[in-house]
């Protein structure tokens, strides 16, 4: 079974936010990552299988699959990895999560299902698919 990273997407208030965000990064360094300090022990059952999911604005909102995690050393010799990621980003039914630091393992028995009502371009806003999604419509 697949394990997955669940971390904060700070700074992003929507997912078209984000998309925005990696397209830039992806056009100017060829590939999407996510710079952290520590480095996962379970890398083996995340590469290939897992996904990050993000947490916007207090509710998981979308998932990445996770095809690399690189270990390496800053300017500082401080051990880091990059998270790197498939550029598609999958909607999923949103689920409040509080805030925490760093990133957090999870399950893929406790991780929300895609969305498949809901294409990534919709012009239902993140917002609103919330509520809808607590209301259990969506």
Not at 123 to 131: F, G, Q
Request: hydrophobic residues 45%; aromatic residues 6%.
């Amino acid at each position: 079974m697949a394990l997955n990273i669940l971390k904060l997407c700070v700074g992003v208030s929507e997912i078209a936010e984000l998309a925005a965000w990696q397209d830039e990064r992806l056009a100017r360094t060829k590939r999407i990552y996510h710079v952290t300090r520590m480095i996962p022990r379970r890398a083996a059952e995340i590469v290939g299988s897992g996904s990050i999911y993000w947490v916007i604005r207090g509710m998981i909102m979308v998932r990445q699959k996770i095809i690399a995690i690189e270990p390496f050393k800053d300017e500082d010799g401080i051990e880091r990895c990059k998270l790197v990621f498939d550029p598609q980003l999958v909607p999923v039914r949103p689920v409040p999560r509080r805030a925490f630091q760093g990133w957090r393992y999870l399950a893929s028995a406790d991780a929300p299902p895609d969305l498949k009502r809901r294409p990534a371009d919709s012009n239902l806003s993140d917002k609103m698919a919330a509520e809808l999604a607590e209301l259990g419509l969506l």
